[in-house]
């Protein structure tokens, strides 16, 4: 079974420029999340889709983030304009529906704002 | 706030000591607590996870301590060695799948040959 995969690995983008992010999480899991990992700092929540529908946006930071899930497979998260302080690791996760409480992680992309 | 504080942020073990990294939580409706172990340029992965209704679940070397009335759960890896040199995230959630889950700061563990 293929993990979770996050494109891109790393990205260095100037302030005020976009970048968007792409997760496919695991074949068959309904949950998708995003977390984020500032340096030194927690793993923190951003958001949950279910399916395509956006079921937890409660830790976006501001309207600069802006998540997407069309169609209930891969998702995407883009940052418009970047600001220094979105540096950071970014991570998404993706569960079953019900039953097993796993979140299983990708990678991350590691973003840059210069 | 943070919801989950852990320490040490780094710790230093020999090889075939015992590595401690503590846990605590604030909020009595968590009652999921998983570990993750991230190597470096991978994910975090799930380690060993333990729910509020036992004290104690063994995995191997690993094993999970948890103390409902304090709030704490630690996480010890006995006889540690030099290839579980990784960063260690506890994190606590609600639950039942589909919650977010609440992660610590991670430590850093570094076990010497």
């Known amino acids: 079974e293929a993990g979770v995969t996050q494109f891109p690995s790393h990205s260095v983008i100037e302030k005020g420029q976009t970048v968007t992010l792409r997760c496919d999480p695991i074949?068959?899991?309904?949950?998708l999340y995003w977390y984020r990992r500032v340096m030194g700092k927690e793993i923190k929540f951003l958001l949950h889709?279910?399916?395509?529908?956006?079921?937890?946006e409660s830790g976006m930071p501001n309207n600069r983030f802006l998540a997407e899930r069309t169609g209930g497979t891969y998702s995407t998260l883009k940052v418009q304009p970047a600001e220094l302080e979105d540096s950071g690791v970014y991570f998404c996760?993706?569960?079953?529906?019900?039953?097993?409480?796993?979140?299983?992680f990708g990678p991350g992309t590691r973003l840059l704002v210069l | 706030q943070q919801q989950v504080k852990q320490s040490p942020q780094s710790l230093i073990v020999q090889k075939g000591g015992i590595s401690i990294i503590n846990c605590a939580y604030e909020?009595?409706?968590?009652?999921?607590f998983p570990w993750y172990q991230q190597f470096p340029g991978k994910g975090p992965a799930l380690l060993i996870a333990i729910r509020p209704d036992v004290s104690e679940k063994k995995e191997g070397r690993f094993t999970i301590s948890f103390n409902k009335s304090a709030k704490q759960f630690s996480l010890h890896i006995m006889d540690s060695q030099p290839g579980d040199s990784a960063t260690y995230f506890c994190?606590?959630?609600?639950?039942?799948?589909?919650?977010?889950?609440?992660f610590g700061t991670g430590t850093s563990l570094t076990v010497i040959p």
């Open positions: 994190a606590a959630s609600r639950g039942y799948t589909g919650n977010q889950f609440y």
């Open positions: 889709f279910v399916k395509e529908s956006k079921q937890d």
């Open positions: 909020n009595t409706a968590f009652d999921y």
């Open positions: 996760a993706s569960s079953h529906l019900t039953g097993d409480e796993t979140q299983y």
């Open positions: 074949s068959g899991h309904d949950n």
